[in-house]
Every structure is written in structure tokens, then in C-alpha cells.
């Protein structure tokens, strides 16, 4: 994975001159060209995109999109249909991944620089490359705090797409990608929720 400046910098500087949604749009197009020139970037166009790698299962530590239909939606304060994980193991009837789309843009950042210092496992292989994660390890503290509104059990049964591996190269633009997909409440409500989760 090719590094530049730190996510959490990148993302100050948007704050700063206030263009959060300029950079979301600009990682958009770029996405859109890495793709396949998409004309409509919703997330079933991504996921049908023949640019797209579809795996067969989600790996530990690697980030992976795909629609997603809670099993127990109906209970559910709000949920996210179209999930950007980062994946950390099994689990009873799926997987435990970190949903990135559950942070605003600046705690999304503070989160994927700790982990990235902290976790990541670099390779010459794109494809190897990968973050080593587990509950105990994302418990030490710090901006890992962040984690805990992401973490989340996924079941298997209840992936409705392609599971989407999103390449290395490719993590931190697809953080700014706005293809959250939440339903009950807005991403802004969601964002002010998570908040307060991480921080109790």
C-alpha cells in the first residue's frame, strides 16, 4: 500500500477550508475512474463493476463493501445496508468486522492512522497486505477508542451482494467515499451517536 500523509491530516484539511463534501465527491470521481468510468456511482453499480474483485469470503484484516439486510433490522435503532469493513475474524454465523461508515470523517481518520501505525502488516503484495486485529487488541485505548460503534457481527446468510475486496491502494480514498446507506436515521444522527458511544 502506497503511504501518504496521514489520513487524520488530509482530513483536517478539508475541515479546515470546510469541503468535506468536495473531497467525498473528489474521491468519488477518482474511485469512479479506477473502476470502470461508472456513470452512476450508487453501491450496487460498484459492486457490479467487472473492475471490482468479488471474493468468495471476507479475509481477516483486509477491507471489503457489500449489501447487507440485517437479520433483526426491525429492532434495530438504525443500520447500515451498504457496510465499508475492515475484517477482524469469525463468528457465529458470519464474521466480526469494523464498519468505518458508523464515524464522521474526522474520527474515521483518527481510527484508520491508529490502526494503520499500530496494526498493519505491510507486503510488496498488494493483495497481502493487511491489518492483524482482534477485540483485545482494539480495547488498548487511545484513538482505537473509536472502534467500538464500528465493531460489528455480521451474519453471512444476511449478505445480499458480492463481497467487494477494495485493494490497498485503494483504503484510504474509499474511507471518503459517501456510499453509507443507513437506514431509520441520517448519517449526521448516526455520526453524533457513535460520538457519544466511543466516548463513554
Known amino acids: 500500500m502506497a503511504r501518504f500523509e496521514s489520513f487524520e491530516k488530509i482530513v483536517n484539511k478539508a475541515e479546515a477550508k470546510g469541503i468535506y463534501e468536495k473531497n467525498a465527491k473528489a474521491s468519488l470521481n477518482w474511485f469512479r475512474r479506477e473502476v470502470g468510468r461508472m456513470t452512476g456511482a450508487t453501491e450496487m453499480k460498484m459492486i457490479k463493476s467487472p473492475a471490482l474483485k468479488p471474493v468468495a469470503r471476507a479475509l481477516k484484516g483486509r477491507m471489503y463493501m457489500y449489501g447487507y439486510d440485517p437479520k433483526h433490522k426491525d429492532t434495530l435503532p438504525y443500520y447500515d445496508t451498504f457496510p465499508l469493513i475492515i475484517m477482524v475474524g469469525a463468528a457465529k454465523g458470519g464474521f466480526y468486522g469494523l464498519n468505518m ?38 480495547s488498548a485505548g487511545g484513538n482505537l477508542k473509536f472502534f467500538q460503534p464500528c465493531w460489528k457481527h455480521y451474519l453471512s446468510k444476511q449478505v445480499k451482494t458480492r463481497i467487494i475486496q477494495v485493494p490497498s491502494d ?18 449526521r ?12
Open 101 to 138: 461508515h458508523y464515524l464522521d470523517l474526522k474520527r474515521r481518520a483518527l481510527l484508520f492512522d491508529a490502526l494503520s501505525t499500530k496494526f498493519l502488516k505491510p507486503n510488496a503484495n498488494d493483495e497481502l497486505e493487511r491489518f492483524m486485529l482482534s477485540f483485545e487488541k482494539l
Open 170 to 187: 485503494y483504503w484510504e480514498p474509499a474511507l471518503f467515499l459517501p456510499t453509507d446507506s443507513f437506514q431509520k436515521k441520517g448519517r
Open 189 to 200: 444522527s448516526v455520526w453524533r451517536e457513535s460520538k457519544k458511544i466511543a466516548t463513554r
